[in-house]
């Protein structure tokens, strides 16, 4: 069977610097996964600030290509993606989901209107009555209607009714895949948690896999089926989540587990300590 | 007057800001109809000096509306209805709405203010640099090659290679470009620094890093620090005292010990008892009801309709904001609040 998305060591080189010290950065190294198409799963990136995540998801949806390597969806090549049609095809069936839900919507604009001009583009319907019931389908979906958001502005709903409204618009064009590049990291940990949730309906009962870039290592250990930890552009440890995230091997992902921080002061605090006496013995900052 | 009067050594314990029955509301007008957002809603509070305050609550309960509009950075629809902000500036008071034009020449010199989501405010056609360059260069007293010896180990310290200065904001990392606004806030050592969710991008590893470079500026330079975040352990990790706030109003404030030992508003209690801890699977015991609307917010106390300990005055009347222990709480059963 094809599988739904296929990773096959993809490279991404950035060309940095100025006019006479030009150098090569290696955003993205020999990055190879894959995803089943008839195994619907929450598939995590974790990994080091600057380590190539975003690069990666920007690349499985098409807006980057690889220097080397290639990204396959659905058995097609992602970078080979030419016409409008063919584009417009495979955006309905891979849809991205944002950082920022108060940044993904015009203060202007009634939230409806991003709901129905999907419905419309990748759906090509033309009634009002057909519109509507595609945005009403798909926000039941992620546990509102239509009645809910009708008329309202971004700044009337909370940041996690916000990212919710942001996934039922992804779903209206029937993804196979969204792939969501930190999604909670603006939110606050009960609207984490009830977005994680929703990840985990989507792939239960409407069968869509889920690829999940997050710095929150309790969320990821908690929603994902499989996790890779990249660390300066590749993968350095990848597998079951619970066994990668419980008991990691590679010494970043243990440093990384081993970083976060506790709930409760006392312990936090003696790490920032420990922290600020090393940085202050490689050298005083600014003195 | 009194400011001719303070002896050198009452200037360093005066408070360095007084926020003063503080309103803040968003105002708009929608095709004829009006409409109020009580984003803040009559909060009173003073940081001391070299203090590190957290500011913590719920998404949409009003953090960055208070910090904005403390930071003087607030701009229609959010207007201040109500009340004050003053800094006291070495020895001089800053009434930020009295004073607009002083609070405008204050900004950088002595406060700078990181705004949510700041990765994005970065110049995208300039190099980065150049805004290092006109920020914070321009309000210090040190020679070209001295700046940009103090900015190289500034940066490395979170983790950030020189070279990053020449690159334009979209080469970047989401997180690389907001530990970027962290280095530009702090590099010129202000007295005061405002931080809305300062940390919300990066991996735990970097996030230490950070919060040790804020909790070294603040020890070295006596800097005061305001930050917001909805991250408690972040609060755990750097926060001398902590304020909750709960639909636009603050409902306690304490010594980070104390409020994580000892929450006294039921807010603070579940905020504490549901902190996640990584290899737990419990699912958590959410709150109860809906996250407040503040252009209609619940009457009395605004909490009221999600709360295990409400009785009946809860509803008609809101509590006032008192000293208890050591911090102050708002709340009609303080006293019967458990700890988690
Ligand atoms: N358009 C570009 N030109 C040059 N360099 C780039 C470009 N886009 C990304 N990079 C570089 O590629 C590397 C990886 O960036 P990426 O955004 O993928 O990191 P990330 O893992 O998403 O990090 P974060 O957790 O901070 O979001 C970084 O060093 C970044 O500076
Ligand atoms: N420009 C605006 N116009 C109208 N209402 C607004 C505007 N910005 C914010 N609000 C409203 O003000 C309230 C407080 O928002 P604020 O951004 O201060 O919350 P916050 O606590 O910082 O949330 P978060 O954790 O999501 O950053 C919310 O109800 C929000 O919808
Ligand atoms: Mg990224
Ligand atoms: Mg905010």
């Not at chain 2, 929450?263 to 990584?278: K, N």
Request: proline share 6%; glycine share 8%.
């Amino acid at each position: 069977m094809t599988p739904l998305l296929e990773l096959n060591g993809v490279n991404k080189d950035y060309s940095i610097g100025g006019f006479l010290d030009r150098s090569t950065l290696h955003a993205v190294k020999d990055v190879s996964f894959k995803l089943e198409s008839d195994k619907p799963e929450i598939f995590t990136i974790v990994g080091e600030s600057g380590s190539g995540k975003t690069t990666t998801a920007r690349m499985i949806l098409g807006n980057e290509t690889p220097t080397s390597g290639t990204l396959r969806f659905m058995g097609q090549d992602i970078a080979a993606i030419r016409s409008r049609a063919d584009r417009l095809k495979f955006m309905a069936r891979a849809q991205p989901i944002f950082q920022n839900p108060f940044e993904a919507f015009n203060p202007l604009t009634t939230l409806d209107y991003y709901l129905f001009s999907t419905a419309r583009r990748f759906l090509g319907l033309k009634s009002r009555a057909e519109v509507e019931a595609a945005a009403d389908r798909s926000l039941q979906h992620v546990g509102l209607s239509l009645t809910e958001v009708r008329g309202r502005y971004s700044h009337e709903l909370s940041g996690g009714q916000l990212q919710r409204i942001a996934v039922a618009r992804a779903l209206i064009p029937g993804p196979k895949l969204i792939v969501a590049d930190e999604p909670v990291s603006m939110v606050d940990a009960s609207l984490r948690m009830s977005i994680v949730n929703l990840f985990r309906d989507l792939r239960d009962n409407l069968g869509v896999s889920i690829i999940y870039i997050t710095h929150d290592l309790s969320t990821a250990f908690y929603i994902s089926d499989r996790v890779i930890i990249m660390y300066r552009g590749e993968v350095v440890e990848s597998g079951d989540a619970k066994t990668v995230l419980g008991s990691p091997t590679h010494a970043y992902s243990r440093a990384l587990r081993n970083a976060v921080l506790p709930p409760d002061p006392i312990a936090a605090r003696a790490i920032i300590e420990a922290k600020l006496a090393d940085a202050n013995l490689a050298g005083p900052a600014g003195a | 007057m009194l400011d001719a009067l303070a002896t050198p050594s009452e200037t360093r314990t005066r408070p360095i800001l007084e926020v003063k029955g503080l309103k803040a509301y968003y105002q708009m007008n929608y095709f004829g109809v009006q409409r109020e957002v009580r984003a803040v809603d009559d909060v009173t509070m003073t940081i001391s000096r070299g203090e590190i305050y957290g500011i913590a609550g719920e998404s949409s309960s009003g953090k960055s509306s208070l910090i904005k509009t403390i930071a003087g950075a607030i701009r229609p629809p959010l207007r201040v209805v109500e009340g004050s902000v003053k800094f006291d500036f070495g020895g001089k008071t800053l009434d930020v709405y009295a004073d607009p034009a002083r609070m405008k020449a204050a900004r950088w010199q002595h406060l700078s203010y990181i705004m949510q989501g700041s990765m994005n405010v970065l110049n995208p056609v300039r190099k980065v640099k150049h805004a290092f360059h006109d920020f914070a260069y321009k309000h210090m007293s040190l020679g070209e090659g001295d700046f940009r010896q103090r900015l190289v180990s500034h940066l490395e310290r979170i983790g950030l290679d020189p070279r990053v200065l020449e690159s334009y904001p979209h080469q970047l990392s989401g997180g690389m470009r907001q530990r970027l606004t962290i280095a530009l806030a702090t590099v010129c050592e202000p007295e005061f620094i405002i931080a809305d969710e300062p940390t919300t991008a990066l991996d735990v590893l970097v996030q230490q890093d950070v919060l040790a470079l804020i909790k070294d500026v603040q020890r070295r330079m006596g800097s005061s620090i305001i930050f917001v975040t909805h991250d408690m352990t972040v609060h755990a990790a750097i926060a001398d005292r902590i304020g909750i706030v709960y639909a636009g109003r603050l409902v306690e404030e304490g010594p980070t010990l104390d409020v994580f030992q000892q929450p006294q508003h039921p807010y603070t209690a579940h905020l504490i008892a549901s902190l996640p801890r990584i290899g737990d699977l419990r699912k958590r015991k959410a709150l109860p009801g809906k996250p407040p609307n503040l252009s209609e917010p619940p009457s009395g106390c605004r909490f009221h309709p999600r709360c295990p300990l409400a009785i009946d005055i809860c509803k008609t009347e809101n509590p006032p904001l008192e000293t208890r222990g050591t911090g102050r709480v708002a709340c009609w059963r303080a006293g019967e609040v458990e700890a988690a």
